[in-house]
């Protein structure tokens, strides 16, 4: 019994930490812990809410080219870079998938500032180092000046367009400048600084990228190197050694820019430009709407199955509602610090996983009973009711775990986000079971058990038997 009550004190524990952090009031710790002025801890955590729930942004992104001049392939791609681009603004459960040949549709719960969200995820952020052999005069001038590129040049007549860019030409050889390298050569970019002012980015390079870049570099000791993101030339550093693995970009940064300028690189530019074709707000109105039924729904049906726990298996029935309860708990305060997005497929999920607790738990009473109509006694009734319902409480949890498994990976691909808000939810409440079936209701039973030992052994029916 020992070991019991040192569960109960560490279930309790758990269960009202686990109470104060699911309250909507709780947003987290702050704590001064020197006394000098300083959050030394400093722990936030807030329910994330999906658009369905808590409104949003939606984009409708379109194609700036002919739909002969680009494939649906090349249109899916910029679809995923636009979905790496959003996962890695830390926007929660985003929503991207094509529309029609053309078009790219974008939904953004929570954002707090869509002009920021849309620029990121639109601009095509075509990284070019190109050729300026010569040109250390003339650097300064041409810095934050359009340039008209080789790489330009071929988009150009890629997309069908026989216009010539806007730019400024190679003063040498009045012709295009040479594109050494894009940004497809990149295999990592980052934002840091030395100051606090002044941003620089930080690049390594794809084994592709360093065929090019180190012979280009090792040979050009001593000349300028443009930089160019978007045609526009933001830097033209001297090559001071050869480059295999990487560099520095300069370009008088602050830390916004610098950071969304490296989240475009890692993300990789989009094969094709896009335009903003029109921009909703959705508002939280059918959300809330949502929430609070589904709160009514799932009260609901946590009252029924504690009710018939009660009176169908009396005293085991009332150590698993406890236990039923520890488990809800849990769930809530995993949902709200990892955090997990919730939205209505979501919630569904966290509700089929209670009905997941109750089915281990009913396992469990029913070979108990067995166990004590073969006239065992009680104590060797319940270690048998456990240790012989374990087996399949485990497989029938982990088999609907691979099950979610596999949906939260079919859920990655753009467009279908929202499934694996479902599987994700699941998952945890079913590994949330193992642990509340076996453990807690266990010595919640025990401890019952030998309180009312007397009451018990002289009364069968308050065991279900």
């Not at 030394?40 to 942004?57: C, E």
């Not at 840091?192 to 002012?197: C, E, F, R, V, Y």
């Not at 012979?215 to 090559?239: E, K, M, N, R, Y």
Request: charge should be negative.
């Amino acid at each position: 019994m020992n070991v019991h009550w040192r569960w109960f004190i560490i279930i309790v524990v758990l269960a009202m930490g686990s109470l104060w952090v699911s309250l909507p009031d709780t947003t987290g710790i702050e704590w001064d812990i020197n006394n000098d002025g300083r959050q030394d801890v400093d722990w936030n955590i807030q329910q994330s809410l999906g658009l369905d729930l808590v409104g949003g942004l939606r984009v409708l992104l379109e194609a700036e080219l002919p739909t002969d001049a680009f494939t649906l392939e090349e249109l899916q791609q910029a679809a995923n870079n636009v979905a790496r681009r959003v996962n890695s603004l830390g926007i929660s459960e985003p929503t991207v998938q094509l529309q029609g040949t053309s078009r790219i549709l974008v939904e953004l719960p929570g954002i707090d500032n869509p002009q920021e969200a849309i620029n990121t995820i639109q601009q095509t952020a075509l990284l070019e180092f190109i050729e300026m052999d010569g040109l250390h005069s003339q650097v300064d001038a041409l810095i934050n000046q359009r340039v008209l590129t080789t790489e330009q040049m071929l988009f150009q007549q890629r997309s069908g367009d026989g216009t010539r860019p806007d730019g400024t030409v190679n003063p040498i050889t009045g012709q295009p400048f040479t594109t050494v390298m894009t940004g497809a050569g990149l295999q990592a970019a980052s934002a840091l600084t030395d100051t606090g002012i002044d941003y620089y980015i930080r690049f390594e390079l794809t084994g592709a990228g360093a065929e090019v870049f180190g012979p280009f570099t090792g040979a050009h000791i001593g000349q300028p190197l443009g930089i160019v993101l978007d045609g526009v030339l933001i830097s033209a550093p001297v090559i001071q050694a050869r480059l295999d693995t990487g560099g520095v970009i300069e370009g008088d940064f602050d830390q916004e820019e610098a950071q969304r300028f490296a989240l475009q690189l890692r993300s990789g530019a989009l094969p094709i430009p896009l335009r903003v074709a029109s921009t909703e707000t959705v508002g939280a109105t059918l959300g809330q709407e949502s929430v609070t039924l589904s709160i009514r729904a799932g009260i609901i049906g946590v009252f029924i199955v504690l009710t018939f726990m009660i009176v169908y298996y009396r005293i085991p029935g009332a150590a698993a509602s406890l236990a039923l309860l520890v488990f809800i708990l849990l769930n809530l305060a995993i949902f709200k610090i990892i955090p997990i997005t919730l939205t209505l497929p979501g919630i569904t999920g966290f509700l089929i996983s209670i009905g997941t607790a109750v089915d281990g738990n009913i396992l469990i009473f029913e070979r108990m009973k067995e166990e004590l109509r073969a006239q065992r006694p009680l104590d060797e009734a319940l270690i048998a009711g456990f240790d012989r319902a374990w087996h399949s409480i485990r497989d029938s949890n982990f088999s609907t775990i691979i099950i979610c498994a596999i949906l939260f990976l079919f859920g990655l691909t753009p467009g279908a986000s929202i499934v694996s808000g479902f599987a994700v939810t699941l998952a945890i409440g079913l590994v949330l079971n193992l642990f509340t079936a076996v453990i807690v209701t266990r010595t919640f039973l025990h401890i019952l058990v030998a309180l009312l030992r007397q009451p018990l052994n002289e009364r069968g029916w308050l065991l279900g038997v």
